[in-house]
């Protein structure tokens, strides 16, 4: 079988209780058809739906297994949901978007890392890489976190702070260990508490917290991204179904999460209701925070119409995961959509989650 292309199918698989259409999102039965495919195919191995629509939601499950409380390794999806834990913080005034991060940590300085602040590690514009050169070995070594924070502090910047902009999970690595600074909390406990906690998001974890390997979906590793340990025969111990990277509790890519769960995040920005976060704090977050010739970030979210596809808004927010994940809402159209899926973004183009977004979009 070809997984380079995507395949067809015409066995239903594992649907959720059906609704009449007119009761239903539009687009959904698009979006229904393109998952249960990909599923009775054996192209994606598990995945699930959520769509909300001025009001109206539904929530659907496909694979082997998996249910509608299934929970996904988010990938860059735990992005904003760690950086809602630290813009908790801003709320109560503990920090300014424009403070240095060497402010916070003082080792950060050198080769013009004195000029990042922390709008820079936020908005993907501070220089930082992505990933860490050694990353593969530090994983193989089962590195705690505050290995990976000590070594990103001494990442050379490729640009100058505020010149361009590069995708940096290390970026987000920082930021989020300056909520850790200021509070004494560790990343896993403060998501729990000042995210999942007041969104009762019920089938979540940064991490594992309360859960267990057993209780998380399985990722389709054989087509991960090299950082992922994708084609290393030795990387069982540390690639993405690894104890030690689900426990790890990463903030640029290890919070597990149900689709409806996601969606209950997206919705405390979409509606700005102040369960989490004041709501012009919310609204800062899902507007670009970039300057004009240089790619639209909001604070730790992707935002733009490219998110859902044709028929989004500018306003459109949310974020993708390099695991097969995707998820955005439209304020234009009161619109929620998450994709979450076991088969790994790179595997093929386009991927399952944009076709099943598509009509999503294309119904606003």
């Given at each position: 079988m070809d997984r380079r292309h995507f395949l067809l199918g015409s066995v239903a698989v594992g649907l959720s209780t059906q609704v009449c259409a007119a009761d239903q999102p539009s687009g959904l039965d698009e979006a229904d058809k393109v998952l249960r495919q990909a599923a009775a195919s054996g192209q994606v191995k598990a995945a699930t739906l959520h769509v909300l629509k001025k009001g109206s939601a539904e929530t659907r499950a496909y694979g082997d297994g998996a249910t509608t409380d299934s929970m996904f390794l988010l990938g860059s999806i735990s992005k904003p949901i760690c950086v809602t834990a630290l813009m908790r913080l801003y709320d109560l005034n503990e920090f300014k978007l424009d403070d240095k991060l060497s402010k916070y940590l003082p080792k950060f300085t050198g080769d013009g890392k004195e000029n990042v602040t922390l709008r820079h590690v936020?908005?993907?514009?501070?220089?930082?890489?992505?990933?860490?050169?050694?990353?593969?070995?530090?994983?193989?070594?089962?590195?705690?976190?505050?290995?990976?924070?000590?070594?990103?502090?001494?990442?050379?910047?490729?640009?100058?702070?505020?010149?361009?902009?590069?995708?940096?999970?290390m970026g987000i690595l920082l930021a989020t260990h300056v909520a850790e600074l200021l509070t004494g909390k560790?990343?896993?406990?403060?998501?729990?508490?000042?995210?999942?906690?007041?969104?009762?998001?019920?089938?979540?974890?940064?991490?594992?917290?309360?859960?267990?390997?057993?209780?998380?979906?399985?990722?389709?590793t054989e087509f991960a991204a090299p950082e992922a340990g994708s084609g290393d025969p030795t990387a069982k111990n540390w690639d993405w179904n690894s104890l030690y990277w689900r426990k790890l509790g990463a903030p640029w890519g290890t919070t597990h999460a149900s689709a409806p769960d996601v969606a209950k995040f997206l919705a405390e920005y979409l509606f700005a209701k102040g369960a989490v976060l004041k709501p012009e704090t919310a609204r800062l977050m899902r507007s670009n925070q970039n300057p004009a010739g240089i790619k639209p970030r909001g604070i730790g979210f992707d935002v733009g119409s490219q998110l859902g596809g044709s028929g989004c808004s500018e306003e459109t927010f949310g974020h993708t995961g390099s695991t097969g994940t995707l998820a955005w809402a439209d304020p234009a159209t009161e619109t929620i959509c998450v994709v979450l899926t076991s088969l790994p973004a790179r595997a093929v183009d386009p991927h399952p989650r944009q076709l099943a977004s598509a009509p999503i979009a294309a119904n606003g």
């Open positions: 936020l908005t993907h514009t501070s220089g930082l890489p992505d990933q860490l050169a050694n990353n593969a070995d530090l994983r193989r070594s089962h590195a705690p976190l505050a290995r990976f924070v000590e070594t990103a502090q001494q990442a050379p910047l490729s640009f100058a702070p505020g010149s361009s902009y590069q995708y940096s999970s560790d990343i896993l406990s403060l998501v729990q508490e000042t995210v999942f906690h007041p969104l009762k998001m019920q089938h979540s974890a940064q991490g594992l917290g309360r859960f267990s390997l057993e209780d998380m979906v399985p990722a389709q």
